[in-house]
T-cell receptor
Framework: LAKTTQPISMDSYEGQEVNITCSHN???????ITWYQQFPSQGPRFIIQ???TKVTNEVASLFIPADRKSSTLSLPRVSLSDTAVYYC?????????FGKGTHLIIQP | KAGVTQTPRYLIKTRGQQVTLSCSPI?????VSWYQQTPGQGLQFLFE???????NKGNFPGRFSGRQFSNSRSEMNVSTLELGDSALYLC??????????????FGPGTRLTVL
């Protein structure tokens, strides 16, 4: 399975921009990179998905370099409710892999 | 449109028993994937089904099995339960296989406790 690596935890403050990077090797040529947010005892919620360069939606941006071996989720102006675990997902040659997740803690 | 539903939401079993969990995907979705989530391990991929066929399987013992029906609903079964099988089991559905442009949408999960 494709291996992904994310920081275990990050801290920030309300109103700041937060960037979380995921490293992924063995990503298949046609596969997309997807990020999810998860709150305790709930299923992961889709945030954003991309293939290359930059993707932006109403809640986040996703930056993917040309070699696609990593991706960076950018959350603008975070609030306390953004405290959660964030996962990146890629499909490797043998199936689907989530990273260990990044526990983002937002402080007032 | 209704989201992914999983039943039951909570389950308590004892070692050696078996359990069956159910997942109903979003209407129109043909792919269903199953994941196990335990503290410290994050989300681990179990298997993926598309059109009633298992297309991918994660690194889990044969005690874990699944199937998909013609209406895309899926079940997973765990036999001879062990204490380490206590986890949140998540189901996700998508229009087609895995990622690519087919975004996976997750259900609320089934919390299994093995005593």
């Amino acid at each position: 399975l494709a291996k992904t690596t994310q920081p275990i935890s990050m801290d920030s403050y309300e109103g700041q921009e937060v960037n979380i990077t995921c490293s992924h090797n063995n990503i298949a040529t046609n596969d997309y990179i997807t990020w999810y947010q998860q709150f305790p005892s709930q299923g992961p919620r889709f945030i954003i998905q991309g293939y290359k360069t930059k993707v932006t939606n109403e809640v986040a941006s996703l930056f993917i370099p040309a070699d696609r071996k990593s991706s960076t989720l950018s959350l603008p102006r975070v609030s306390l409710s953004d405290t959660a675990v964030y996962y990146c997902l890629v499909r490797g040659a043998d199936g689907l892999t989530f990273g260990k997740g990044t526990h983002l803690i937002i402080q007032p | 449109k209704a989201g992914v539903t999983q039943t039951p939401r909570y389950l308590i079993k004892t070692r050696g028993q078996q359990v069956t969990l159910s997942c109903s995907p979003i209407s129109g979705h043909r792919s269903v994937s199953w994941y196990q989530q335990t503290p410290g391990q994050g989300l681990q991929f179990l298997f993926e089904y598309f059109s009633e066929t298992q297309r991918n399987k994660g690194n889990f013992p044969g005690r874990f099995s699944g199937r998909q029906f013609s209406n895309s609903r899926s079940e997973m079964n765990v036999s001879t339960l062990e204490l380490g099988d206590s986890a949140l089991y998540l189901c996700a559905s998508s229009l087609g296989l895995g990622t690519g442009e087919n975004t996976q949408y997750f259900g609320p999960g089934t919390r299994l406790t093995v005593l």
